[in-house]
């Protein structure tokens, strides 16, 4: 069993940067695509980022060149360095992971956004808060 946790959600200006770290307990990223997803109130989630064990990574257009994923060398952590915040990029940010053993590419993931139980993601964290504001 995998364990997520988010962190490092706030409040920033238009134009700053935040970093939201994925941590995960109980297992390491090693055999995960892991991926961040957003959503406001109202609206469809969205797929941000999503990276494999092997690094390879997939961003939304309105991200790309912005944002970076990334692990950390023991793969319990996974980042987003988010740059040039907008505040379109307002929203609850959420952490989620799936087995490599479901074949999804890193693109495939970023498209998955159905909601459990239909979600091909195993695991999920409880979401951090991003506000940005101009």
């Known amino acids: 069993q995998v364990q997520l946790a988010e962190s490092g959600g706030g409040s920033a200006q238009a134009g700053g940067s935040l970093r939201l770290s994925c941590t995960a307990s109980?297992?390491?990223?090693?055999?995960?695509?892991a991926g961040w997803f957003r959503q406001e109130p109202g609206k469809e989630r969205e797929g941000v980022a999503t990276i494999s064990s092997d690094g390879t990574a997939a961003y939304v257009d309105s991200v790309a060149g912005r944002f970076t994923i990334s692990h950390d060398d023991a793969e319990t952590t996974v980042h987003l360095r988010m740059e040039m915040l907008n505040p379109e990029d307002t929203a609850m940010y959420t952490c989620m992971a799936l087995e490599e053993l479901q074949n999804m590419t890193p693109i495939q993931a970023l498209g998955a956004i159905e909601d459990r139980p239909v979600s091909p993601y195993n695991y999920w964290g409880r979401g951090t808060q991003v506000t940005v504001s101009s």
């Open positions: 109980g297992n390491t990223f090693g055999r995960y695509c």
